[in-house]
């Protein structure tokens, strides 16, 4: 079946920069991947997601790189602002079930 | 997305006791999806239902936990029998008919004293 493995468990950057995060999926026909936002306390949220016949996809500050050749796929955050401190996950998807990666504690330090 | 309901949205029960969580679904969607978060910890999936059928509860304890998702009203996530270790955040999803993307419910925090 599906494995998602997500990477860093935890990241800190300073506000204004840039973070980056990282998921490799195992299954191949895996062709949808959501990001999801949780903050303490909250639901997760989709801030983005991406098929697998696009290799990237933006908005605004927010962007997802899919490579499909090796299976992995990589949310970028730039100009980190306070409000993007929550942890995110990633998640592989090819019929209807949600492969979830194990999340990422992202800290903007101001 | 504030149109998955949930409720209660905390709980609180005594050890061997019932716990009923529900679940309406965004309006127009009729795949269900329960989901079980321990502090600091990822989603882990529970159970994927339709209206009036299970699809996949692969990943539901096979004692104590029951869930539906009946015709007409709310899905149900059951937990006869509570032990301490339940206690956990249980967050439903749903989507619509060839829809991937699932929209979360605000979550039941369920305490078991």
């Known amino acids: 079946g599906e494995n998602v493995e997500q990477h860093p468990s935890t990241l800190s950057v300073q506000e204004g920069d840039s973070a980056v995060i990282k998921c490799t999926y195992s299954?191949?026909?895996?062709?949808?991947f959501p990001w999801y936002k949780q903050e303490l306390g909250k639901r997760p949220q989709l801030i983005i997601d991406?098929?697998?016949n696009v290799g990237e996809k933006k908005d605004q500050r927010i962007a997802v790189t899919l490579n499909k050749t090796a299976k992995h796929f990589s949310l970028h955050i730039t100009e980190t602002q306070p409000e993007d401190s929550a942890v995110y996950f990633c998640?592989?998807?090819?019929?209807?079930?949600?492969?979830w990666g194990a999340g990422t504690k992202l800290i903007i330090k101001p | 997305n504030a149109g998955v309901m949930q409720n209660p949205r905390h709980l609180v029960r005594r050890r061997g006791q019932e716990a009923r969580l529900r679940c309406s679904p965004m309006?127009?969607?009729?795949?269900v999806y329960w989901y079980r978060q321990l502090p600091e910890e990822g989603l882990k999936f529970m159970v994927y239902l339709q209206k009036e059928n299970i699809i996949d509860e692969s990943g539901m304890p096979k004692e104590r936990f029951s869930a539906e998702f009946p015709k007409e009203g709310p899905s149900i996530l059951r937990i006869q029998q509570v032990v301490r270790g339940d206690s956990a955040a249980y967050f439903c999803?749903?989507?619509?008919?060839?829809?991937?993307?699932?929209?979360f419910g605000p979550g039941t925090r369920l305490l078991v004293l």
């Open positions: 299954d191949s026909a895996s062709n949808y």
């Open positions: 991406i098929r697998s």
């Open positions: 999803a749903s989507t619509g008919q060839g829809i991937e993307t699932q929209y």
């Open positions: 309006k127009g969607h009729s795949h």
């Open positions: 998640a592989a998807s090819r019929d209807y079930q949600l492969i």
